[in-house]
């Protein structure tokens, strides 16, 4: 059939293309592409289609050419004789118009991913600039009777029979009731030309992934009619909430688009959620019916899959939306809250005393993520630690006040998350006042209120009693206030409506045993409207949407006679931490990610941010045995207590801390030198070597990293090579990394580590021409900025007999791969079954505590003390040493080691299965729990794949998981997680990255 339109095309436009059929509910469409390139859209109309459909379309179109939103529209191409459009016999005979459009760039929004808040965003402003380029626009044809137009939608109302499964049909009942009831505002609105099918289809979004995701234009005004400009934004926004975890947000990012260039009223904000609503019903019922009258039509049930789920699993709070979307727009929250806060305002210092005490002296505690360690385990607030949250001042008769707007980590029940994961979004920051005071203190009412709730919460870590007032002002706006963590016998004394005088005792405060299981206090807080909270009112919320909380729940202060300043936490400005540092460092001390993060709290294998944002920290391997280890914190404490002095006096420490390691190695290492990091442990073994040697010359592999001092970096390619650096040593002799994935000896040569370890033999021999002596080789024993390299079993031993037979030492730097990290293996070296001269511990031995360590013969260490003293201040110090030992041993005590293992199998496996699912995983390779994805653009050329390594990168972080990238191209995902990480952590990291790879595809 397309043949006939093909001839269609060429006789009526002199074009011609091969077409390809595009989907659509009654005319036929094709994408004609030339042989040069070239890209229309070919509409051929449903027979009989009246004439005055498409010339409203191209009159649209002629219309929006002359508009701001010109380049979102295709231009309309002119037949041959210069026609918008000419009527064809189709291959039955049929009369059909045909009309020729240019193609718009760009793939469909629901073929796009990420559907992130920016491209939202985009689309709201896209439609905001559609619509009001369209309130200008008049054709006969936008009135008529049309089933799409949401002020017709109540056809489907008789049509709801259809729709056999109970549950189904009184969601269905209920969305036509609600809409019933908007009817009258929205006849009230004044009504313009719409596009009016504004759904995921009809939406171009710009195809070039790693740049901002934005929209490139609107297609198919077939739809279009006459309506309230809010139909067009709500018709769009049934489709956008589909595809979203977080519909309230889409909706506000959507809103917030439309309201910057076309901007809406409050009334119009309050239609939006019925009429998304109802347009998900007409398509629901409509396809219904379609599918009833032709079962073999894929296209009725397209959207309709979704559109139930959205329906059925719906959990949007309608009051909240519409509280979260007023405050998007700049509006206020009721129509009272204006009143309100001017009575608050007026009335601070008048109301009654909620207790008897003088809160204006009352000292502030603070439970911030930032100034507080309760919990000690952000993820599991003890018993015993909410019965004390104020710590010694709970066991006084003190009164003191917990802070507005903190964030706080305390809030760790299941209820708080919002997703599977520990690193899931989470509700932080407190809403109300905090008044601790002694179990029993009387609370009256800061104003006239009457009951509305009282209740007893009793379940653990919940409020125990609790009421809620409602109170009037002079001009009858009301406003509702809190007290939460009472003595519940209030249940048996308190009845709701009851009318509570100004200054009247009404609760008690409840003791641990009846308050949740907390330390005394009233939790106090304030609501301008209960729409949508009901009597469950959050006390606690979610950082990211603090914008319409604080507004709903604005600061209590007034109403305890306090300025708001006294009790509004201000947690440290990250942009102004940002800028000192800008200002005070230079810039080669980079920070990860564009919008980088500020963490002031960790624990185990995660972090939190300033408002206790949760990260799963796959990246650090410095924290060896987890963030805020408590074993460390308490060693370090004690020993500081006690003394920390150097090396020349003697403590036991030093020396377990030695045994301890030297239990760990091969015999014949048995010398230890203590420093301060793997740079200072390079650093020494170089001298080392040199010393033993006399020589001075060193081979290594390219790409390598050893550390940032002076011979540090002459040792590291990494720095030495990259740009702007100091370029290569005479001294110093690179060989190919052992890599046979890219390297020049591949996994299919069985030879390859001697290959690899042959390419030494060049080195010594150019090192040789210069009369250079050869001092050693040293190399990272799994090269890590290299590319997570696992060099294939056998090289080292083939490099380590050549440079022996040459006269030199052998360096291993276990910085990155030692201590348990390779699950299999304490060391990496172990893995190509050699025995060093010389081994060099850092990062991971102090646990962030600076410690490097070198290990070496007796004889080495005998040709290096025949020069001056050796003496490093800090290194070998008695906390060094006590933290240092203790890291061992919680390595052997909680079987990190073991669990690096299990873990790393775990991940690796999983990262093997997206492998087989994403061609863009060229090679996954790692032991235990140090692993490297490489990233490529093309599994044949191998080609890196830098851009989308980055990408990849920053989505992780913004689903809260941190890794890094490495390799000389920068393509290779780096996963090195502190040896907790746990199966929940692992899965969370293979599903997200499945979610984005699948993305990219
Ligand atoms: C393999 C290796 N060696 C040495 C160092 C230097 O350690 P430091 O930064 O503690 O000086 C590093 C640091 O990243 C490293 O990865």
């Given at each position: 059939m397309s043949e006939h339109w093909k001839s269609a095309l060429e006789s009526h436009w002199a074009i011609e293309a091969a077409l390809h059929p595009l989907a659509g509910e009654y005319d036929l469409n094709f994408l004609a592409k030339t042989a040069e390139g070239e890209g229309y859209i070919l509409k051929v109309m449903?027979?009989?289609?009246?004439?005055n459909l498409v010339d409203l379309q191209v009159s649209a179109l002629a219309h929006m050419a002359?508009?701001?939103?010109?380049?979102l529209f295709p231009d309309v191409l002119l037949t041959?004789?210069?026609?918008?459009f000419v009527c064809v016999e189709g291959p039955e005979g049929e009369a059909r118009l045909l009309w020729l459009l240019q193609q718009l760039p760009g793939r469909s929004y629901a073929q796009s991913?990420?559907?992130?808040p920016d491209l939202v965003f985009d689309l709201g402003r896209t439609i905001g600039i559609t619509d009001s380029a369209l309130e200008s626009f008049q054709h006969a044809g936008i009135d008529r009777d049309f089933k799409w137009n949401l002020m017709q939608s109540l056809w489907i109302k008789p049509e709801?029979?259809?729709?056999?499964?109970p549950i189904r049909r009184s969601i269905l009942d209920k969305i036509v009731m609600d809409f019933t009831s908007i009817v009258p505002l929205l006849e009230s609105l004044p009504q313009q030309a719409l596009h009016n099918d504004i759904n995921d289809y009809n939406i171009l979004v710009a195809?070039?992934?790693?740049?901002p995701r934005r929209i490139t234009g609107l297609i198919d005004l077939g739809d279009m009619c006459r309506a309230p400009r809010i139909c067009d934004l709500a018709i769009a926004a049934a489709y956008v909430v589909?595809?979203?975890?977080d519909p309230e947000a889409t909706l506000e990012a959507l809103v917030l688009g439309y309201h910057t260039v076309n901007p809406l009223q409050p009334e119009e904000l309050d239609l939006l959620w019925p009429l998304l609503q109802m347009r998900l019903a007409v398509s629901v019922v409509n396809s219904t019916k379609m599918a009833q009258a032709d079962?073999?039509?894929?296209y009725v049930v397209i959207s309709q899959a979704p559109a139930w789920q959205f329906l059925e699993q719906n959990t949007v709070h309608a009051g909240l939306l519409l509280a979260r979307l007023r405050v998007a727009c700049g509006?206020?929250?009721?129509?009272?809250a204006e009143a309100v806060h001017a009575y608050l305002k007026k009335m601070r210092g008048h109301f009654?005393?909620?207790?008897?005490?003088?809160?204006?002296v009352a000292p502030m505690w603070s439970l911030s993520v930032e100034q507080s360690?309760?919990?000690?385990?952000p993820f599991e607030l003890s018993s015993s630690e909410a019965a004390q949250v104020v710590g010694a001042l709970a066991s006084e008769d003190a009164v003191c006040l917990g802070y507005y707007k903190e964030p706080r980590l305390?809030?760790?029940?299941?209820?708080?998350?919002?997703?599977?994961?520990?690193a899931s979004d989470r509700r932080t920051v407190h809403l109300g006042i905090d008044v601790f005071a002694p179990q029993g203190t009387d609370i009256s009412a800061p104003m006239t209120g009457r009951v509305h709730v009282v209740e007893n919460r009793?379940?653990?870590?919940?409020?125990?009693g609790i009421i809620i007032l409602l109170h009037e002002i002079p001009d009858g706006a009301c406003f509702y206030t809190f007290y939460g963590h009472?003595?519940?016998s209030v249940c048996e004394t308190l009845f709701i409506g009851q009318i509570i005088q100004a200054g009247e005792v009404f609760c008690r405060l409840g003791g641990a045993t009846q308050n949740?299981?907390?330390?005394?206090?009233l939790h106090f807080q304030l609501a301008l409207t209960t729409k949508g909270l009901?009597?469950?009112?959050?006390g606690v919320a979610n950082a990211d949407e603090l914008g319409f909380w604080t507004q709903i729940c604005?600061?209590?202060?007034a109403l305890l006679n306090l300025p708001d300043e006294k009790v509004t936490y201000v947690p440290t400005d990250k942009a102004q931490v940002l800028a000192d540092r800008q200002a005070y460092?230079?810039?080669?001390?980079t920070l990860s990610y564009a919008d980088p993060v500020m963490f002031l709290r960790g624990w185990k294998h995660h972090l939190f941010d300033e408002w206790g944002r949760p990260y799963l920290?796959?990246?650090?391997?410095?924290?060896?045995?987890?963030?805020?280890h408590p074993r460390i914190q308490s060693v370090a404490a004690d020993q500081l207590q006690r003394l920390n002095s150097n090396t020349r006096y003697l403590h036991p420490a030093r020396t377990a801390f030695a045994k301890k390691i030297l239990s760990k190695l091969p015999t014949g290492l048995e010398v230890c030198f203590f420093v301060n990091s793997g740079s200072e442990a390079n650093e020494l073994a170089l001298r080392l070597a040199r010393a033993h040697t006399t020589g001075k010359g060193m081979i290594t592999p390219d790409h390598g990293y050893f550390g940032n001092t002076t011979g540090a970096v002459e040792i590291s390619a990494y720095k030495?090579?990259?740009?702007g650096g100091i370029g290569q040593s005479d001294w110093v002799e690179l060989v190919d990394v052992a890599?046979?994935?890219?390297?020049?000896?591949?996994?299919?040569?069985?030879d390859r580590a001697q290959k690899f370890a042959d390419t030494v033999d060049q080195a010594i021999e150019r090192l040789g021409a210069k009369d250079i002596p050869l001092a050693g080789f040293i190399a990272e024993t799994f090269p890590s900025v290299g590319g997570q390299i696992i060099p294939p079993q056998g090289y080292l031993r083939g490099v380590y007999a050549k440079i022996r037979a040459a006269g030199g030492l052998c360096i291993a730097d276990?910085?990155?791969?030692?201590?348990?990290?390779?699950g299999d293996y304490y060391f990496g070296f172990e893995y190509q079954d050699v025995v060093p001269d010389m081994v060099v511990l850092g990062k991971p031995l102090g646990n962030g505590h600076p410690i490097g360590a070198v290990i070496t013969t007796r004889e080495i260490a005998d040709s290096f003390a025949k020069g001056p003293e050796y003496f490093s201040?800090?290194?070998?110090s008695v906390l060094s040493c006590r933290i240092g030992k203790e890291v061992l041993d919680i390595v052997d005590d909680e079987g990190l080691q073991q669990n690096a293992h299990r873990m790393g199998n775990r991940l690796l496996s999983g990262l093997r299965r997206l492998q087989t699912k994403h061609a863009a995983i060229g090679d996954v390779r790692g032991m235990g729990l140090f692993i490297g994805v490489d990233l490529v653009t093309n599994p044949g050329s191998k080609g890196e794949a830098t851009d989308l390594a980055r990408y990849v990168k920053n989505r992780m972080r913004a689903h809260r998981i941190l890794l890094g990238s490495e390799g000389p191209k920068d393509n290779i995902l780096k996963i090195r997680p502190p040896?907790?990480?746990t199966r929940d952590d692992v899965d969370m990291i293979l599903t997200i990255l499945d979610q984005i790879l699948t993305e990219v595809n």
């Open positions: 449903r027979t009989n289609c009246a004439r002359d508009q701001p939103a010109a380049s041959k004789k210069g026609l918008p991913f990420p559907k992130t709801l029979a259809i729709v056999a499964d195809d070039d992934f790693f740049a589909l595809y979203q975890t079962p073999d039509d894929p509006f206020p929250i009721t129509s009272s009654a005393p909620v207790i008897a005490a003088n809160l204006s360690c309760v919990p000690v385990d305390i809030y760790t029940a299941p209820a708080f998350y919002k997703g599977p994961w520990k009793s379940t653990s870590l919940d409020y125990g009472l003595d519940p949740g299981g907390w330390t005394p206090h009901g009597k469950d009112w959050p604005p600061n209590p202060a460092f230079g810039a080669n001390l920290d796959a990246y650090n391997n410095v924290p060896h045995v987890g963030h805020a030495f090579n990259a740009p890599d046979d994935y890219r390297g020049q000896f591949g996994r299919d040569d069985p276990e910085v990155q791969t030692g201590l348990g990290r390779l201040t800090f290194g070998g040896l907790t990480i």
